[in-house]
């Protein structure tokens, strides 16, 4: 598995699977009896729960109880620093796994902040320092036939998952 104390990218191209696979992550902390925070820049949690349903992840369980907690971010809604205080709470409050879906959701949500990535390298050196484990997910862009990674988004990560697309 994954160590705690560490930020995981997972890339790759739409429908491949990523944010499945993070969500994988955050249920092997469920089972062991840990909290943990989904941040979702792109998705509902009715949509959110159906696709956790689909995989077979009892989520509503842990939703219900407060192991998880489901947190929604609107475009302008907050700065990197509202968003990473609030982090910083859940962490506080026990959050020891932590998936941020997506880094471009991310981005877009804060379009006029410059050094945006600095803010968010700042806020997962807070979560190692903490021993949580973060899982970041960016999505890869097609450019003539070839995927590339979004820019500058590797050096956050001490593991960079690839998930592709069978032909």
Known sequence: GLDRGTTTLVRGPAGAGKSALALQFLSAALARGERALFISFDENRRNFERRAIA????????????????????????????FAHIVRQHVENGMRAIVVDSLSGYQRAMPEVSNLLLHLHELLNFLNRQGVLSVLVAADTLVDGAYYAPDHTTYLADTVLIVRLLD
């Open 55 to 82: 995989l077979s992840m009892p989520v509503a369980e842990a939703l219900a109880d407060g192991r998880l907690t489901f947190m929604r971010v609107a475009s302008a809604d907050l700065s990197p620093g509202e």
